[in-house]
Protein backbone atom coordinates (compact mmCIF):
# COMPACT_ATOMS: atom_id res chain seq x y z
CA UNK A 1 0.00 0.00 0.00
CA UNK A 2 0.96 3.64 -0.85
CA UNK A 3 0.45 6.25 1.25
CA UNK A 4 -1.40 8.72 -1.02
CA UNK A 5 -0.69 11.92 1.14
CA UNK A 6 2.69 11.46 1.00
CA UNK A 7 2.69 10.49 -2.94
CA UNK A 8 0.79 13.32 -3.47
CA UNK A 9 3.24 15.28 -1.25
CA UNK A 10 6.52 14.15 -3.06
CA UNK A 11 4.95 14.29 -6.49
CA UNK A 12 3.83 18.04 -6.30
CA UNK A 13 7.32 19.39 -4.56
CA UNK A 14 8.78 17.38 -8.01
CA UNK A 15 6.36 18.78 -10.48
CA UNK A 16 6.59 22.29 -8.80
CA UNK A 17 10.59 21.81 -9.20
CA UNK A 18 9.88 21.30 -12.46
CA UNK A 19 7.87 24.76 -12.95
CA UNK A 20 10.46 26.89 -11.75
CA UNK A 21 13.29 25.43 -13.51
CA UNK A 22 10.91 25.65 -16.70
CA UNK A 23 10.36 29.34 -15.35
CA UNK A 24 14.28 30.32 -15.21
CA UNK A 25 14.59 28.97 -18.12
CA UNK A 26 12.38 30.94 -20.30
CA UNK A 27 13.69 33.71 -18.38
CA UNK A 28 17.36 32.69 -19.67
CA UNK A 29 17.06 30.84 -22.90
CA UNK A 30 13.56 31.16 -24.29
CA UNK A 31 14.41 30.26 -27.72
CA UNK A 32 15.70 26.92 -25.91
CA UNK A 33 12.53 26.15 -24.55
CA UNK A 34 10.78 26.37 -28.27
CA UNK A 35 13.27 24.40 -29.74
CA UNK A 36 12.54 21.73 -27.64
CA UNK A 37 8.79 22.07 -28.29
CA UNK A 38 9.24 21.76 -31.79
CA UNK A 39 11.70 18.39 -31.15
CA UNK A 40 8.48 17.07 -28.90
CA UNK A 41 5.69 18.01 -31.38
CA UNK A 42 7.28 16.82 -34.95
CA UNK A 43 4.93 18.75 -37.49
CA UNK A 44 3.31 21.39 -35.06
CA UNK A 45 4.86 25.11 -35.45
CA UNK A 46 4.55 26.75 -31.97
CA UNK A 47 6.06 29.81 -33.26
CA UNK A 48 2.81 31.63 -33.21
CA UNK A 49 2.98 30.57 -29.42
CA UNK A 50 5.68 33.24 -28.34
CA UNK A 51 4.43 35.49 -25.97
CA UNK A 52 5.32 39.47 -26.40
CA UNK A 53 5.87 39.89 -22.90
CA UNK A 54 7.26 38.60 -19.97
CA UNK A 55 4.74 36.53 -17.34
CA UNK A 56 4.41 38.75 -14.76
CA UNK A 57 4.33 37.31 -10.99
CA UNK A 58 1.43 37.40 -10.28
CA UNK A 59 0.24 34.99 -13.17
CA UNK A 60 3.49 32.87 -12.21
CA UNK A 61 2.42 32.73 -8.86
CA UNK A 62 -1.03 31.68 -10.09
CA UNK A 63 0.42 28.90 -12.10
CA UNK A 64 2.30 27.61 -9.61
CA UNK A 65 -0.76 27.17 -7.48
CA UNK A 66 -3.23 26.14 -9.80
CA UNK A 67 -0.92 23.30 -10.93
CA UNK A 68 0.10 22.10 -7.42
CA UNK A 69 -3.37 21.61 -6.71
CA UNK A 70 -4.10 19.71 -9.73
CA UNK A 71 -1.26 17.44 -9.15
CA UNK A 72 -1.67 17.16 -5.50
CA UNK A 73 -5.62 16.04 -6.16
CA UNK A 74 -5.31 14.22 -9.32
CA UNK A 75 -2.32 12.13 -7.61
CA UNK A 76 -4.01 12.02 -4.35
CA UNK A 77 -7.23 9.91 -6.06
CA UNK A 78 -4.83 8.10 -8.26
CA UNK A 79 -3.34 6.42 -4.77
CA UNK A 80 -6.55 6.42 -3.36
CA UNK A 81 -7.59 3.84 -5.88
CA UNK A 82 -4.89 1.87 -6.85
CA UNK A 83 -4.54 1.17 -3.13
CA UNK A 84 -8.67 0.01 -3.30
CA UNK A 85 -7.94 -1.54 -6.60
CA UNK A 86 -5.10 -3.31 -5.64
CA UNK A 87 -6.06 -5.63 -2.83
Same mark, same amino acid.
Given at each position: ????? %????????? &????????????? &? %???????? %? !????? /??????? !? #??????? #????? #? @? &? /????????? /??? /?????? !?? @? !?
Amino acid at each position: MLNAQ %AFANALTTV &ILGVYIVCRVASL &I %APDFLFNV %A !KSWFH /TLSVDSL !K #GTAPMDT #GMFLF #G @A &I /TLAVLVWVT /TYA /TVSLYN !KW @A !K
